[in-house]
C-alpha cells in the first residue's frame, strides 16, 4: 500500500533544505548592474554573505565588476563582505559600491 499524497508531501517537506528569504537593496552602480533597485531572493538554508556575493557577481560582467568593490550591510550593520555567518530569514541586504563626494 503506497503512501497517501499527504503522507508524502508532508514528508518531503521536512527532508527539503529549508531556505531564508532575503531582500536585497542595490545603490547607485549595484542597482544599475543588478538593473533593479531591489529585490527578494530565496537562499539555501545556511547561506552566507560570501555565498551570495559570490552567486551575485556570476550574475554577469557589470556584476562581476561591481559586487567585488561594494560594501554591505545586513539589517543596517556594516558587515565584512566575506562574512561566513548565515544569513537568516527576512534579512535585508544592502549592497553599496564605494560613493565619491564628500
Not at 8 to 14: G, I, K, L, M
Not at 65 to 93: H, Q
Amino acid at each position: 500500500m503506497s503512501p497517501s499524497p499527504e503522507l508524502s508531501s508532508e514528508a518531503s517537506a521536512q527532508t527539503s533544505p529549508r531556505q531564508a528569504s532575503v531582500t536585497l537593496r542595490y545603490f547607485a552602480a549595484a542597482a544599475e548592474a543588478a538593473g533593479r533597485p531591489e529585490e527578494r531572493l530565496d537562499l539555501p538554508a545556511g547561506t552566507t554573505l560570501a555565498g551570495l556575493r559570490e552567486q551575485l557577481a556570476g550574475r554577469g560582467l557589470e556584476m562581476a565588476r561591481v559586487v567585488p568593490i561594494c560594501s554591505f550591510l545586513v539589517n543596517s550593520v556594516s558587515t565584512p563582505a566575506d562574512s561566513l555567518t548565515p544569513l537568516a530569514d527576512g534579512d535585508a541586504v544592502d549592497v553599496l559600491p564605494p560613493f565619491a563626494g564628500g
